[in-house]
């Protein structure tokens, strides 16, 4: 069984709290942020291939990538605000199928006894109807299947 996604937006807000906690150490959990080979292999909903286009990970870098599955193709995009090695992650993010609306997200990572770590992340979108639209979306079932793959990714690094 995997660790549980938490995500708490509070009705109103524009912006979600997401927590999540994996068997792995810090180290590990940030290489698989850092590194586009890693990233690719991970990120978004189980069915969905993902290719990176652009990647930049410093800070003032930038990203691409395009996600495809039997229903089409997904491209997003941001910037790297601030990237400090195994601590924090700051970057936009942007879906280019909804254009101008850029969610910014703070992603600590945190270290944990027993070698395994935890990711907090601060996401605050620009309006409550870009969150609302989001969550709708399966904001929730992409970012759970995604972090399903990475624990196996980790464990498979070991």
Not at 22 to 51: K, M, S
């Amino acid at each position: 069984m995997s660790n549980p996604l938490i995500i708490e937006a509070v009705p109103g807000t524009s912006y979600a709290d997401i927590t999540r906690e994996f068997d792995a150490p810090v180290e590990a959990l940030f290489r698989a942020h850092a590194d586009p080979e890693l990233f690719q292999q991970w990120i978004g909903p189980g069915e969905e291939r993902t290719e990176i286009t652009h990647w930049d990970f410093r800070t003032g870098g930038g990203y691409r990538f395009v996600q495809r599955d039997g229903s089409g193709e997904y491209a997003f995009r941001g910037v790297f605000h601030t990237v400090r090695e195994n601590a924090l992650i700051i970057q936009t993010f942007e879906f280019e199928g909804w254009p101008d609306e850029v969610s910014i997200d703070c992603i600590r990572f945190e270290a944990l006894e027993g070698g395994r770590s935890r990711i907090v992340d601060h996401s605050v979108f620009s309006t409550v109807e870009v969150l609302a639209n989001m969550q709708s979306e399966g904001m929730e079932r992409g970012m759970r299947e995604g972090y399903d793959k990475l624990d196996g990714l980790l464990a498979a690094e070991g």
